[in-house]
Nanobody, 119 residues
Framework: VQLQASGGGLVQAGGSLRLSCITS????????MGWYRQAPGRQRDLVAT???????NYADSVKGRFTISRDSAKNTVYLYMNNLKPEDTAVYYC??????????????WGQGTQVTVSS
């Protein structure tokens, strides 16, 4: 299973970006996908998750500004980021959790995409 994240870039405070994460591969039943971010010198933190059923969860710091969604037909999860702030600057990673053909829990990560918000 491979995850390919894209959509990062440089944006001014108050601006918007849309991140995309395309999954490919077989032998994996995905149950949830998510976005995490890691700023320099800090741990990787949860941003938002979405289950196969469409239930979403957000970090308090992004509630009301970010929206996670998925297009199952395209095997893609999106993160719409509005009203961006300099503290949103980080490398954003997508991940996918689920089970493989033997029923073992698996988590896969994408390569990360840089988001930089200037003040």
């Amino acid at each position: 299973v491979q995850l390919q994240a894209s959509g990062g870039g440089l944006v001014q405070a108050g601006g918007s970006l849309r991140l995309s994460c395309i999954t490919s591969g077989s032998g994996f039943t995905m149950t949830n996908m998510g976005w995490y971010r890691q700023a320099p010198g800090r741990q990787r933190d949860l941003v938002a998750t979405i289950t196969r059923g469409g239930n979403t969860n957000y970090a308090d710091s992004v509630k009301g500004r970010f929206t996670i969604s998925r297009d199952s037909a395209k095997n893609t999860v999106y993160l719409y980021m509005n009203n961006l702030k300099p503290e949103d600057t980080a490398v954003y990673y997508c991940n996918a959790g689920g089970t493989d053909n033997r029923g073992f829990r698996r988590i896969y990560w994408g390569q990360g995409t840089q988001v930089t918000v200037s003040s």
